[in-house]
């Protein structure tokens, strides 16, 4: 069935870059949009941006440049990269598979980051 | 960016009760308007999408309704396995955005 995993660091470091795998299986990556969504104690759920099934991607501008999102899709796997980390973006981030016109069908189970020295 | 605002915060009801909960969007968002259920150490779990479609496998007690700004899930009689936080996500435009979230409990 369709299942979507997250992987990263539990714990990183103010001013640190995040690095976060999502691996999924039992769909292609060609045919949907891959997000990244976070819940924060300070902002509740947020979309962060996807990655079409063509590849190109699009960005919440609250993440401006820090953000990037990309995929292998031969390893079934998506990735986020997040630089200039502070305390604030500690929280659980989630990898999510969609369409345009119906939003999020699947979720993983989510990543918990703990930005602390 | 659109603002979804979800009503009640909290809600504690008895199993068989009627259950309504509501997302306000700032701005129309043409039914582009999903809910999910999120299990206390589990995924979220898509419900209904485009404002009143059941997502394949979910039980038919729950339904979706609205239009235009105003939303609203129901769950028609309340069972001991619906006891979750649920959330309303717009889809209209980017940045999509995320209600607050209800938790819901049993009395």
Known sequence: ?117 | DIQMTQSPSFLSASVGDRVTINCKASQNINKYLNWYQQKLGEAPKLLIYNTNNLQTGIPSRFSGSGSGTDYTLTISSLQPEDVATYFCLQHSSRPWTFGGGTKLELK
């Open chain 1, 1 to 117: 069935q369709v299942q979507l995993k997250e992987t990263g660091p539990g714990l990183v470091q103010p001013t640190q870059t995040l690095s976060i795998t999502c691996t999924v299986s039992d769909f292609s990556l060609t045919s949907y949009y891959m997000q990244w969504v976070r819940q924060t104690p300070g902002k509740g759920l947020e979309w962060m941006g996807f990655i079409r099934s063509g590849g190109s991607t699009e960005y919440n501008s609250e993440f401006k440049s820090r953000l990037s999102i990309s995929r292998d899709t031969s390893k079934n796997q998506v990735f986020l990269k997040m630089n200039s980390l502070k305390t604030e973006d500690t929280g659980v981030y989630y990898c999510a598979r969609g369409r345009s016109t119906e939003g999020i069908d699947y979720w993983g189970q989510g990543v918990m980051v703990t930005v602390s020295s």
